[in-house]
């Protein structure tokens, strides 16, 4: 073979390993979701007064901050799959919804009695939340994970946590609608621990599966 036409392999080869990589995590994602979303269905199901929590901003804000949460890590992850500078415009996407939840938090504070706040941290699920939040992750991480190994990626632990917090933006939201503890001193407390024992999963898959 000659130099000229091994080169133009080598570049049609490249091509076609990165050009798709982006389709193959919105693919992974969404079966992930999926199989996520059929364990709960059967497993789970959604809160017995859904109908009325319609109704109430808390209920409605849980479902703002999970997505928020899934958008800006699935923007950052499309971008770390490829072995190129990580992109600081994402990672300060990543700010929004720890953003959304400080204020919504801090609101809470503002407007329930302090006699209150204990009750609406601690709720009434939150060992549920702790379990079930990264069960319905596992799957959209681990089909993440493998989805990542077709691409190249030069930081596969941030990777892999990022994939952590898409799965986990995808398992909270699913979740969320099952809780019925609302109050956003609730949710800074065990979907952030939830969703970061999600997070850290991810970063371990990340160094151990992921390197190239």
């Not at 080598?10 to 079966?31: E, F, H, K, N, Y």
């Not at 929590?53 to 958008?71: D, I």
């Not at 994402?90 to 009750?119: F, G, H, M, R, Y």
Request: glycine share 6%; proline share 5%; charged share 10%.
């Amino acid at each position: 073979m000659k130099t000229d036409d091994l080169i133009t392999a080598m570049a049609a080869d490249t091509q076609t390993v990165s050009q798709p990589i982006g389709r193959i995590l919105w693919i992974a994602a969404a079966g992930g979701a999926i199989a996520a979303a059929l364990i709960f269905y059967f497993d789970i199901g959604i809160r017995p007064d859904i109908s009325s929590a319609l109704q109430t901003p808390r209920f409605l804000f849980k479902f703002v901050l999970t997505l928020t949460l899934f958008a800006s890590a699935m923007g950052l992850i499309l971008h770390l799959a490829r072995p190129e500078a990580v992109p600081r415009a994402w990672l300060l996407a990543l700010a929004a919804a720890p953003a959304l939840l400080i204020v919504a938090a801090i609101a809470e504070l503002l407007v329930v009695p302090s006699s209150a706040w204990t009750q609406r941290l601690v709720g009434s699920n939150a060992l549920v939340c702790l379990v079930l939040i990264p069960m319905l992750s596992a799957a959209p991480l681990i089909a993440l994970i493998l989805a990542l190994r077709n691409g190249a990626s030069s930081h596969p632990i941030l990777a892999g946590a990022t994939a952590g917090l898409v799965a986990a933006g995808i398992g909270a939201t699913l979740y969320a609608s099952h809780c019925q503890d609302d109050s956003p001193l609730f949710l800074a407390t065990w979907y952030v621990i939830a969703i970061l024992i999600v997070t850290f999963a991810g970063a371990i898959l990340g160094a151990r599966l992921l390197r190239w």
